[in-house]
Every structure is written in structure tokens, then in C-alpha cells.
């Protein structure tokens, strides 16, 4: 392993869906994976459409198919939401905090249930912080 510790990126997405050099290969999440790691999706626009364009138009489907590939690369305890609410172009459809709600419903839409939705929205934060800081 390359680490000891779990290897967290708190705000990273899947470079298989969007190229930008900052989302995260195929190796990288394994090997955040094989450390018990974790991945928070960030919502900038620029990280998560596939053409890399900072559009606010930015739909929650492409959101929750970078949580679908990240549940299927690290599980369902590695996958977190990290925002990026201090700056960056978000979704217009969520815009800010108030609305997360929105995003929640997507995946209930596609089928997450409850305990999933609520590992992915803060449980998995809250087990990361227990497990590496105490």
C-alpha cells in the first residue's frame, strides 16, 4: 500500500467521466481504495462534465454518474460529497447548501436507498473522522 493511513481527496472526481488532470484514474482510486480511503465529489462544473466546460447549466445526472463510478471503484463506504461551495462554478440547479436537497433526491430517483444516501451525504465524513483522528 502506499500508505498507512487511509488516502482521502476530498474533492475530486472520476477521470474516466471528465479528463480533467485533476479527477482521479483508475489506479488512483484503487489505490485510495486499498488504503480504506475515501473520495468527496466536487460539484465544479469544470470537474465534472465530460467536455470540461464551467457551464452552470451542469445537470445532477452527470453528478450521479461520477457517484455511480466512484461506489463502483471504492464501495460504498469510500464515496463522500466534498461541494467546492467557496468559489467555484456549481450546478445552478443546487447553486449553494440549500440545495443539497436536490441532489439527494437524484439519487433516491436512481435508486440509492436511505442508508446509502446518508453514508454518501455524511456517515462516511463522520467514520473517516472517527478512524483517523478519533
Not at 99 to 118: N, Q, S, T, V
Given at each position: 500500500?502506499?500508505?498507512?493511513?487511509?488516502?482521502?481527496?476530498?474533492?475530486?472526481?472520476?477521470?474516466?467521466?471528465?479528463?480533467?488532470?485533476?479527477?482521479?484514474?483508475?489506479?488512483?482510486?484503487?489505490?485510495?481504495?486499498?488504503?480504506?480511503?475515501?473520495?468527496?465529489?466536487?460539484?465544479?462544473?469544470?470537474?465534472?462534465?465530460?467536455?470540461?466546460?464551467?457551464?452552470?447549466?451542469?445537470?445532477?445526472?452527470?453528478?450521479?454518474?461520477?457517484?455511480?463510478?466512484?461506489?463502483?471503484?471504492?464501495?460504498?463506504?469510500?464515496?463522500?460529497?466534498?461541494?467546492?461551495?467557496?468559489?467555484?462554478?456549481?450546478?445552478?440547479?443546487?447553486?449553494?447548501?440549500?440545495?443539497?436537497?436536490?441532489?439527494?433526491?437524484?439519487?433516491?430517483?436512481?435508486?440509492?436507498?436511505?442508508?446509502?444516501?446518508?453514508?454518501?451525504?455524511y456517515r462516511n465524513w463522520l467514520n473517516m473522522l472517527e478512524k483517523t483522528i478519533g
Amino acid at each position: 500500500a502506499l500508505s498507512d493511513a487511509p488516502l482521502v481527496a476530498t474533492h475530486s472526481n472520476v477521470h474516466a467521466i471528465c479528463g480533467h488532470s485533476r479527477n482521479l484514474t483508475d489506479w488512483q482510486l484503487g489505490a485510495i481504495r486499498e488504503t480504506g480511503g475515501m473520495v468527496g465529489l466536487n460539484f465544479a462544473t469544470g470537474f465534472l462534465r465530460e467536455d470540461g466546460r464551467m457551464n452552470a447549466d451542469t445537470s445532477l445526472d452527470i453528478m450521479v454518474r461520477h457517484i455511480d463510478s466512484l461506489l463502483q471503484a471504492l464501495g460504498e463506504d469510500g464515496v463522500g460529497l466534498g461541494s467546492d461551495f467557496d468559489g467555484a462554478m456549481i450546478p445552478a440547479v443546487i447553486g449553494d447548501v440549500a440545495g443539497l436537497p436536490k441532489l439527494i433526491d437524484a439519487l433516491a430517483a436512481r435508486g440509492f436507498g436511505r442508508a446509502l444516501i446518508e453514508k454518501i451525504a455524511y456517515r462516511n465524513w463522520l467514520n473517516m473522522l472517527e478512524k483517523t483522528i478519533g
